[in-house]
């Protein structure tokens, strides 16, 4: 495996930035559960209801009683909005149930369509290794998830309904997580989450809040691909999100 010298290297970060506190590491979670939220799709003990009869009002009212064991299967069979027409899979989240950390991007692209987890592929190993930098990982006190659950055909912006519609589930998933903090990976994403249109530029390195939990805006994995001077700033946003939470212990 790749020593934390080696992720910031990759990351083009090293050996400008490099940790000093390493005290402060969060990767140990002390042998948490770490389950895809995707794997309990066949769990049958807790049967979705019948959310395509359901009033909007009622569907919010049903999604917030969801816990864990339905909540996968619920988004699986998920029809209020027209994404549920052209996706493959689902894409719920993935991670540690009970991770103080929660990544949330914008919506699934065609790999994570095909697999039912977010964040994979290039994009997806990008944030791997930055999380590695911070001596962290997928699943060890971290959770990843997006705004939206079903892919847009051709990676198109989320339509405003789209988000409404599937705003409950990330609703309930915070519930549920009750995470420390939250980082929103990319503009799409802050502006979904803050309600806000704004630039990366001037939401980055403040907190701000998402009912109540403190939110730290930073740069979409995919861009950083494309714009490899920004990763730096990426970097410091992740130092600022570690201190953050930090301080909130
Ligand atoms: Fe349901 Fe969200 Fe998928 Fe739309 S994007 S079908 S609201 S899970």
């Known amino acids: 495996m790749a020593d934390r010298g080696e992720w910031l290297r990759e990351l ?29 799709a066949a769990d049958t003990s807790s049967a979705p209801a019948p959310v395509a009869l ?5 569907r919010r009212a049903h999604i917030a009683t969801l816990d864990w064991s339905a909540f996968a299967a619920d988004v699986d069979g ?15 989240g993935v991670g540690d149930r009970r991770a103080e950390w929660l990544f949330v991007g914008e919506a699934p ?35 990843i998830a997006n705004v939206l659950k079903c892919r847009p055909p051709n990676n198109r912006a989320p339509e405003p309904l789209e988000a409404e519609a599937c705003r409950p589930y990330l609703e309930r998933q915070i519930a549920l997580l009750q995470p420390k903090l939250i980082i ?21 390195g403040r907190v701000h809040r998402y009912q109540g939990v403190p939110l730290i805006v930073t740069y979409h994995p995919a861009y950083l691909l494309r714009n490899l001077p920004d990763k730096a700033k990426a970097w410091e946003d992740l130092l600022f999100a570690r ?3 930090a301080s909130a212990a």
């Open 109 to 143: 692209g065609a790999e994570e369509d095909a697999k039912g987890e977010p964040f994979v592929g290039q994009a997806g190993r990008l944030l791997d290794n930055m999380l590695a930098a911070l001596g962290m990982r997928r699943g060890a006190n971290v959770y």
């Open 12 to 40: 083009g970060l090293a050996p400008t930035w490099r940790l000093r506190d390493t005290a402060a590491d969060r990767g140990t979670s002390g042998g948490r559960a770490t389950v895809p939220a995707s794997s309990t």
């Open 243 to 245: 201190r953050t939470v």
């Open 54 to 58: 359901l009033t909007p009002a009622d």
């Open 78 to 92: 998920c029809t209020a909005c027209g994404l549920c027409r052209t996706r493959n899979r689902a894409v719920p």
């Open 184 to 204: 929103a990976l990319g503009k799409s994403a802050a502006m979904q989450l803050l309600n806000v249109d704004a630039s990366i530029a001037s939401l980055r």
